[in-house]
């Protein structure tokens, strides 16, 4: 390995994984947002919106994220809106990380005990004050292991918004692997970028689910 090639390009690299630390964050945000609101209508059984919100989910579920990318980048100009790669890839994530993240929601709203949401009743709360003080709390806690588990892969996906152009680290490696004939090492660091993003939401998870169960 050339490492005077290494130290040549990795202002590039570091670059490209600060972009697409942003991307995958701005997706988990956006995802935990879609996901609360469909485990909300679900868990309340909105009559048509539930319907709505399961066939998101299994559309979502069942499609593959390019697929799906490639439809919001090519499909909306159809309909006339217009954006750029990177508020396409961010919207693609949080639709996929979207459904991942309501069931991850749902599960927890579901776990909670029916008598405590009688019990609340009982005690002169209204439905959104039963929800705010009693369910969303305990549920939060339940599912907040597995939704930043599943963030670590929102932010892998990122590497497939390199097809609609996104210069993030799949896109750069790839462009400095043709440049430089080096493909084992620039995709070597790519890896290691990809890691080093990702481990520490996956460390995260783990002490959030020893912490959280330590104390229940």
């Not at 100009?77 to 459904?99: E, N, Q, W, Y």
């Not at 939060?140 to 497939?160: E, M, N």
């Amino acid at each position: 390995m050339d490492w005077n090639v290494v130290a040549q390009y990795l202002p590039l690299f570091e670059k490209a994984a600060w972009l697409t630390l942003r991307l995958g964050l701005a997706g988990i945000a956006l995802a935990i947002v879609i996901g609360l609101v469909c485990a909300l209508v679900q868990y309340y059984k909105v009559p048509v919106l539930r319907r709505v919100v399961g066939f998101y989910i299994q559309l979502s579920r069942n499609t593959p994220l390019l697929v799906q990318l490639f439809f919001i980048y090519y499909g909306l100009p159809k309909v006339g809106i217009r954006t750029d790669a990177a508020v396409c890839g961010i919207a693609g994530l949080a639709f996929l990380g979207g459904s991942y993240m309501a069931e991850a929601f749902r599960s927890g709203l579901e776990s909670i005990e029916p008598i405590q949401t009688e019990s609340a009743y009982s005690l002169g709360m209204d439905r959104m004050q039963t929800m705010r003080y009693v369910i969303l709390p305990q549920a939060l806690r339940i599912a907040v292991a597995p939704t930043v588990g599943f963030s670590v892969q929102v932010v892998k996906g990122t590497a497939v918004t390199s097809i609609i152009g996104f210069t993030e680290l799949t896109k750069t490696g790839g462009m400095l692997a043709n440049a430089t004939f080096e493909p084992f090492m620039v995709y070597g660091l790519v890896a290691l970028g990809y890691f080093l993003l990702c481990y520490p939401l996956s460390l995260s998870a783990r002490y959030l689910e020893r912490r959280l169960h330590a104390s229940a």
